[in-house]
């Protein structure tokens, strides 16, 4: 997967954006093909789940606070603040787009 910095400072393909959730609040992430999207939780606590198809929860973590959370597998993501959360988010779209 290519990642380049001149990309992420002019804006293409990348959204960079701040995560602010009221404990109780709910985050809907999709990731598309060729995608990843970057989570880091300053204060708080959240948990990142993703349900595969069926019922179950194919993915659930508590991300520890100021590690980042690497989501590079397409699909969709939902994060739940347990807490009050704030963090940075930073999304990379496929590279079709």
Known sequence: MKFSMLDLLTGRR???GALVLMRGETFIETIDD????VLVVL???AS???Q???????????PRRGEPVWLTSPGTYCVVAKDHVVGLRMLRTGDGL
Do not use: E, N, P
């Not at 060729?34 to 999207?37: E, F, K, L, S």
């Not at 198809?53 to 973590?61: D, E, N």
């Open 14 to 16: 990348h959204q960079l």
């Open 34 to 37: 060729g995608g990843m999207a």
């Open 43 to 45: 204060r708080g606590t």
């Open 48 to 50: 990142v789940s993703r």
């Open 52 to 62: 595969r198809a069926g019922a179950q929860v194919g993915l659930h973590l508590t």
